[in-house]
């Protein structure tokens, strides 16, 4: 190339990196070697020939060292590779130097004086970290390949990894369990907000917030590298770190694995939950027989050299040899599986369907009185239901048709209960299957000596069937059936080498990431065959079976199907110029994000039944003055949904008519990094970033912009007595509004700085700063954009119900209004808008850390790693639960809330008085409350807006994360087949974010949900050293090797501390609640026998009255309990307590699994292994903030049922597999 053809390709180059002015840059894979080239007497030696040989194919790559000695070659495919120097009057210096992926390694090279045909092999040093301040992890292709891997998801191995809490199910680690596998918070990074690349290409998905998209089949994974500390300006878009996964390559050999994984209910232990079944008449002692359960994963592994045989005249000719030059890999693995998941289900028995509830007890055996809707009077209470004398029981000629034919959609029980009439269906096994298809092709290709490309091509797809409501094979079933999730994933690489010291890099890739649910069965059903009118069935955006739901019971049918689409397009270039002693690097990574929320919402009508319009006293008041003398808290047991429904009183039924919106995000981030190496023992790196990345674009502009506080809204001139009421919420791109929820924020700008020091031979140190802005997935709310229509179900307050099944919506369904309706958007309702001035938020990660090389290529790495997040989006993407955390904006003010307040003296009769409704029968009202009740309560009344209901402002910068931690690894290097890693970490995470009282302005301070303060773990590979070929029995017989040679042990440990426990939103906090005693509960209630309870928290609840004072509840009292742990606030009093305590903590986790294997070895390369791999050795039950009972007005709070709760892991499972490589 002439002087004159390189400047123009410089040229050409630049003007390239200026329009892809991109983000996120190449986030390179390969790895790179730098080093120094001494004499004897260790003086530089310039010009130096270094070349780098991958001996798989052939390839090389060289530089020539500068005038201080110094050289770097880039761009190198992870793998074993020999570095020689060459350099006329020295002898030919090699060594052989393993490069992982991402990895800057330094392999210094000392020449002896000689006749450069003589060569002099050297051996490498144990690897320590002396070029980069970056901190992370690689996991080798011999732990990908060898430790046990339930599912064999590669992301999983992750969670070794020293700072990084896994914070998704244990039961949902598979690679199709997208969402689940992306629960990750790394060093105080926000939750699921983490960046996964694919061959350095961008491999997330918008859809789930922020999931995982396609995941590679094992026996195609290479290695990756987990960075949770990257100093490098080429990563960004992350809050804690970033996964780089390196797929497989061919090379001159042909090489491949054929395997079959499989489990059957034989090799499994059993659930707790069947064990904990209690003896029935059909099984005297008790249990649950194990569930049925198989999985099969099974596939191929292929990769080589591309070649093409050539026909022609006389048959068979020379064709294409791709030796050197062209190679392939290819996949492909199916996994099927069936899990059970048993559910213990509540359905109407056969004396309910007819309407005789004669029998019909709570859990202590007290009758549950009904009463008649339509009965309720000035003094709140109702009549008792009877007919021709017989009490609780509902005539034949008052059954409600529609009830009737719905109720007939559900099973009889199956069991007798021990909870009243609750739990009364057993649904087992209820088996889900899973079938999941996974292909992965790629094609590597040198052009000359100065270009190399690749091309890789990914698909897979899950369908999985499942059933949650117990209903299999008629249209109300509520089911997965099916759930799709779909990738394509591609990716086109291109490395040239200008010059000696200038490499350009191109990438470009495209992903599309398909989740779909639906019920396939109840999809066209036609509501009127259930006796609705052909007006409701006809007008209903969506044809399916409605969803019904019922307190207490289980719901009917699923009432609708989502379908989301998420497409990715990035461009990536870089260069790298090697300048004397600066490897300069600078590019960027343009994306192109594309979202379609295909959600139908309850298009077909959703209706819901409870007990408020078959109770004694509608408004659940206790204090009720006509509540009769001695009959206790009759509110508590009185009424029943499926009652409700037979007298066709519903308490809410809704239609939902949504539009599906199409957002679009652009990223641009252009990067410079500057790894300048000062004198020998002393490396900076010296980084700049800037992120640019846009707020969501809706296609056709159907989105919100903020929430106008000041205007007039239109509704007033229709108010009676010249009332005047402002507010109202904004559309984009009218009166001056952008076309986006939000404004641009375009003050992005990164810093990076790190150094490491090599303090000897076996010590560095290293440290670095650097700022990183998240990458957000909130999307627009669309208010005006969809539309729900509300039935009018009932009149003063609930007094008496109005509903009519023959007509639901006399006067019609609404449709959307879009932008037309402006400010009376919404009117009598509550909503959230976004934060129109909503900003990135940023952490500044940092650490210190000293790394030291030990004996036997072992090292040990201690460091303190901290960071803080601010701007944190307010209320929090994760990880809250429970808890409206959002500002709200339409709250009375906090003087008023004070008068309603009994712990300052107030009283909530205040809030609750009844006064004159003005928008009582006001156009633009229709369908809430404000419409149909002739008074509100002065609570509403005293909104700053009240025509609204609640409105929450969301993706607010209030949040702020504080995260300290001192980190301690251990690696122990493969070395005669032997390989131990092990991690500790000591951290301490709190959070600001969410408003525990809107009013006030009082926000939350407390743990975060990921808080860990303790956690460990370990990973080894041992191949014993028996057999031919090793330490013992190096020469023995064929026979004697195949008995003793070839076994391998590999296993995995993992414990972290337990999450702090969600608080109810309606408690305070008192004291000691944390690991309650189990025999303080022993024999005080048998329904609270601790063989079939797990006790988390101390369950003594008060309850807070309206006058101040606080009494136990009766659970509490009978439980034996003296002073509460929690309180039940009042109404309207102030919450003081913050979502999570420190002390008060879910179980602890632990997972031990372990894997033994035996190779029949055939050859140098071809063998068979067999395996057994054991996931939860020790058959540990994991129990997770879902399991546990958190509602203290429940009798078992603060517990878990195991004779109806199912574990949130799986029991101990044996794995057998067979594997073929060659």
Not at 248 to 270: C, I, M, P, Q
Request: glycine share 10%; aromatic share 12%; net charge neutral.
């Amino acid at each position: 190339m002439t002087l004159v053809s390189r400047a123009s390709m410089l040229l050409i180059v630049g003007c390239l990196l200026s329009v892809f002015s991109s983000t996120l840059s190449a986030q390179e894979f390969r790895a790179t070697v730098n080093g120094r080239v001494t004499d004897a007497s260790g003086a530089a030696v310039p010009g130096v020939t270094i070349t780098a040989l991958n001996p798989g194919t052939n390839e090389t790559a060289t530089a020539v060292t500068n005038d201080e000695g110094n050289y770097t070659i880039p761009f190198l495919q992870p793998g074993t590779y020999r570095i020689t120097a060459e350099q006329t009057g020295f002898k030919k210096t090699a060594l052989e130097q393993v490069l992982q992926v991402g990895q800057t390694a330094t392999a210094n090279l000392q020449l002896q004086v000689g006749d450069v045909a003589e060569v002099v092999t050297v051996t490498a040093d144990a690897g320590l970290d002396s070029a980069k301040a970056d901190r992370g992890q690689v996991i080798d292709n011999m732990r990908v390949s060898e430790l046990p891997l339930n599912a064999r998801n590669p992301f999983m191995l992750s969670t070794l990894t020293a700072g990084i809490t896994y914070n998704g199910p244990a039961i949902y680690q598979r690679p199709f369990d997208n969402g689940a596998i992306a629960d990750w918070s790394i060093n105080g990074g926000q939750n699921r907000n983490n960046e996964f690349l694919l061959d350095g290409a961008p491999n997330n998905s918008i859809q789930g917030g922020n999931n995982i998209a396609y995941v590679p089949p094992v026996d195609s994974v290479q290695e990756f590298k987990i960075v949770t500390n990257g100093y490098d300006a080429q990563y960004g878009r992350s809050a804690g770190g970033t996964v780089n996964v390196t797929t497989k390559s061919g090379g001159n050999e042909f090489h491949g694995t054929v395997y079959e994984f499989a489990r059957r209910k034989w090799l499994d232990a059993n659930y707790l939950q069947f064990n904990a079944q209690r003896p029935t008449p059909q099984r005297p002692e008790g249990g649950q027989d194990r569930p049925e359960h198989f999985l099969d994963q099974y596939g191929f592994f292929v990769s080589g050299p591309v070649m093409f045989p050539r026909f022609g005249v006389g048959g068979r000719q020379p064709g294409y040899d791709g030796r050197n030059r062209t190679f392939f890999s290819f996949n492909y693995e199916g996994y099927r599986e069936g899990t059970p998941n048993p559910a213990t289900l509540t359905y109407p028995d056969e004396a309910q369907r007819r309407g005789d509830f004669s029998n019909l007890r709570d859990a202590n055996g007290r009758l549950i009185l009904i009463y008649e809707p339509n009965s309720g009077t000035a003094g709140r209470v109702r009549t008792p239901i009877s007919c021709n004398g017989r009490i609780n029981v509902i005539c034949p000629e008052r059954v409600n048709p529609v009830a009737q034919g719905l109720l007939n959609y559900y099973p009889l029980p199956n069991r007798v209960s021990t909870n009243g009439f609750r739990d009364n269906y057993f649904f087992a096994p209820n088996v889900a299957r899973d079938d999941f298809k996974n292909y992965i092709f790629k094609i590597d290709q040198n052009i000359g000596s100065d270009n190399k490309v690749f091309f890789r091509y990914g698909y897979n797809k899950r369908v999985e069937s499942r059933v949650s409501n117990g209903i299999v094979g008629n249209a109300a079933e509520d089911s997965q059936g099916p759930l799709e999730r779909i990738n394509y994933t591609g990716v086109a690489d291109w490395v040239s080498t200008l010059s000696p010291t200038a490499i350009l890099n191109v990438r470009v890739s495209a992903n599309r990431y398909i989740e779909s649910a639906r019920t396939e069965i109840a999809l066209g059903f036609d509501p009127a065959t259930l006796g609705f009118p052909a007006s409701y069935a006809s007008n209903i955006p969506i044809k399916m079976f409605p969803r019904f739901n019922f307190a207490d019971y289980q719901n009917l049918g699923r009432g609708g199907f989502n379908r989301e689409p998420t497409n990715t397009y990035s461009v990536q270039p870089n260069m790298t110029l090697i300048l004397g002693n600066h490897t300069t690097r600078f590019g960027g990574d343009i994306r192109f994000t594309q979202y379609a929320q295909q959600f139908s919402g309850r298009g077909a009508g959703e209706f819901n039944f409870n007990r408020n319009l078959t109770r004694f006293n509608f408004d659940n008041d206790n204090s009720n003055p006509n509540v009769p003398s001695g009959v206790g808290p009759v509110a508590d047991i009185s009424g029943n949904s499926i009652a409700s429904l037979l007298l066709g009183a519903p308490n809410d039924v809704f239609v939902e008519n949504q539009l599906f919106p199409i957002y679009m995000w652009k990223y641009v981030a252009p990067w410079v990094q500057d790894d300048w190496k000062i004198t020998q023992n002393l490396t900076l790196n010296l980084g700049l970033r800037w992120d640019f990345n846009g707020p969501p674009k809706e296609r056709y502009n159907r989105a919100n912009f903020g929430f106008d506080t000041t205007s007039v809204n239109p509704v007033s001139s229709r108010l009676a007595g010249g009332t005047q009421v402002r507010g109202g919420i904004g559309f984009v791109d009218i009166n001056g509004n952008p076309e986006t929820p939000y404004r641009y924020d375009k003050n992005n700008l990164q810093p990076r700085f790190g150094a490491a020091y090599q303090v000897n031979e076996k010590t560095v140190v290293r440290g670095g700063f650097g700022q990183y802005f998240l990458n957000p997935t909130t999307v627009s709310e669309r208010l005006g954009f969809q539309s729900r229509s509300n039935a009018t179900v009932s009149q003063a307050g609930g007094q008496t119900s109005l509903f009519n099944f023959s007509n639901p919506f006399p006067t019609g369904l609404i449709a959307p209004s879009g932008s037309a309706g402006g400010l009376e958007t919404f009117l009598g309702q509550g909503f959230n808008y976004l934060n129109p001035d909503f900003k990135l938020p940023h952490v500044w990660q940092y650490s210190l850390s000293i790394q030291r090389q030990l004996p036997f290529g072992a090292n040990v790495e201690i460091s303190y790693v901290g960071s803080r997040t601010y701007n944190e989006q307010t209320p929090g993407p994760g990880g809250t639960q429970n808890q409206n955390n959002a500002l709200g904006i339409n709250e009375p003010s906090p003087e008023f809330l004070d008068r309603c307040d009994p712990t300052k003296g107030g009283n909530p009769d205040i809030c609750n008085q009844q006064i004159a409704n003005p928008f009582f029968q006001v156009r633009g009202f229709e369908g809430t409350n404000r419409f149909t009740n002739a008074t509100l309560s002065r609570f509403e009344l005293a909104r700053p807006f009240p025509q609204f209901g609640g409105i929450n402002e969301i993706a607010r910068n209030d949040g702020r994360i504080w995260y300290d931690s001192l980190q301690v690894t251990a690696n122990k290097r493969p070395t005669r087949g032997f390989s131990l890693y092990g991690t500790y970490t000591f951290s301490k995470m709190i959070e600001q974010n969410g408003y525990l009282d809107s009013a006030r302005r009082t926000m939350n301070k407390s743990p975060y949900f990921a808080d860990r303060p303790h956690r460990f773990t370990a990973s080894g590979v041992w191949e014993l050293p028996v057999g031919r070929g090793q330490y013992f029995l190096g020469n023995a017989p064929k026979v004697v090797d195949l008995l003793f040679g070839g076994i391998e042990f590999a296993g995995t440990y993992i414990f972290q501390s337990g999450q702090p426990w969600e608080l109810p939103g309606n408690v305070e906090y008192v004291k000691d609640a944390q690991n309650p005693d189990p025999e303080q509960f022993r024999g005080l209630n048998n329904r609270f026998d601790p063989s079939n309870f797990i006790l988390g928290a101390t369950p003594c609840v008060g309850r807070r009255q309206n006058n101040g004072t606080t009494i136990l509840t009766t659970d509490s009292v009978a439980l034996g309990c003296t002073e509460p742990n929690f309180i039940i606030r009042a109404p309207f009093e102030e919450r003081r307590t913050g979502y999570r305590v420190g002390q008060l903590r879910r179980q602890s986790y632990q997972q031990f699994d372990m894997n033994f294997a035996k190779s029949i070895r055939f050859g140098e390369v071809t063998r068979l292994q067999l395996r057994a791999e054991f996931f939860n050795v020790t058959n540990t039950p994991m129990y997770d903030e879902r399991q546990y009972n958190n509602d203290p007005t429940n009798a078992e709070f603060g517990r878990v049922n195991l004779t109806t709760v199912r574990q949130s892991n799986f029991p101990r499972q044996i794995q057998l597999a067979a594997k073929f490589i060659f």
